[in-house]
T-cell receptor, first 112, second 114 residues
């Protein structure tokens, strides 16, 4: 079955690194995504990784994928107060699938 | 105007009202989606339209009725809703058959059913 799990809350101090973790169950995932949702807004695509990659870096963001353990993480370097938001992990299964399976989201709180 | 635009941003309605949510995408995409976001639950896919044809309907109650008149516009018609239907309704679009297909979301309509 399809299930994406995330911890619900994470607090970090401004300037520290944040690591948000996600586990998924379907080994046939093709793409995995991280979305960010700020209060009162929709979901914004932050970054994504193809399932045959181990790592992707994009400025302050680093995505790590451990396909064996079905574990995805998002590291935010030098976390700022503007990074406070809910972060959603999502997996896409198959090339033709319309549906992403989302986790419940991790609320990141950045303490000044 | 760029991206995915949803109106209204907020909606309060009684259980006997009829209202509609509107979504417009300016990205040239060929698929549009309705998602429901409730507190403490994962995003739930409600409807998918691909090339203006409905391709998926995830057992959504008939009090929700989608309409997709063209590839840029999507509506969700609401009637006889229940208080448990109160949620954030998100519209999204994507370019299907793109191997790097990604969803782009609107800001949502916060719906309260009294």
């Amino acid at each position: 079955g399809e299930d994406v799990e995330q911890s619900l809350f994470l607090s970090v101090r401004e300037g520290d690194s944040s690591v948000i973790n996600c586990t998924y169950t379907d080994s046939s995932s093709t793409y995995l995504y991280w979305y960010k949702q700020e209060p009162g807004a929709g979901l914004q695509l932050l970054t994504y990784i193809f399932s045959n990659m181990d790592m992707k870096q994009d400025q302050r963001l680093t995505v790590l994928l451990n396909k064996k353990d079905k574990h995805l993480s998002l590291r935010i370097a030098d976390t700022q107060t503007g990074d406070s938001a809910i972060y959603f992990c999502a997996e896409k299964i198959g090339a033709g699938s319309y549906q992403l399976t989302f986790g419940k989201g991790t609320k990141l709180s950045v303490i000044p | 105007e760029t991206g995915v635009t949803q109106t209204p941003r907020h909606l309060v309605m009684g259980m006997t009202n009829k209202k509609s949510l509107k979504c417009e995408q300016h990205l040239g995409h060929n698929a549009m989606y309705w998602y429901k976001q409730s507190a403490k639950k994962p995003l739930e896919l409600m409807f998918v339209y691909s090339l203006e044809e409905r391709v998926e309907n995830n057992s959504v109650p008939s009090r929700f009725s989608p309409e997709c008149p063209n590839s840029s516009h999507l509506f969700l018609h609401l009637h006889t809703l229940q208080p448990e239907d109160s949620a954030l309704y998100l519209c999204a679009s994507s370019q299907i058959m793109d191997p790097n297909e990604k969803l782009f979301f609107g800001s949502g309509t916060q719906l309260s059913v009294l």
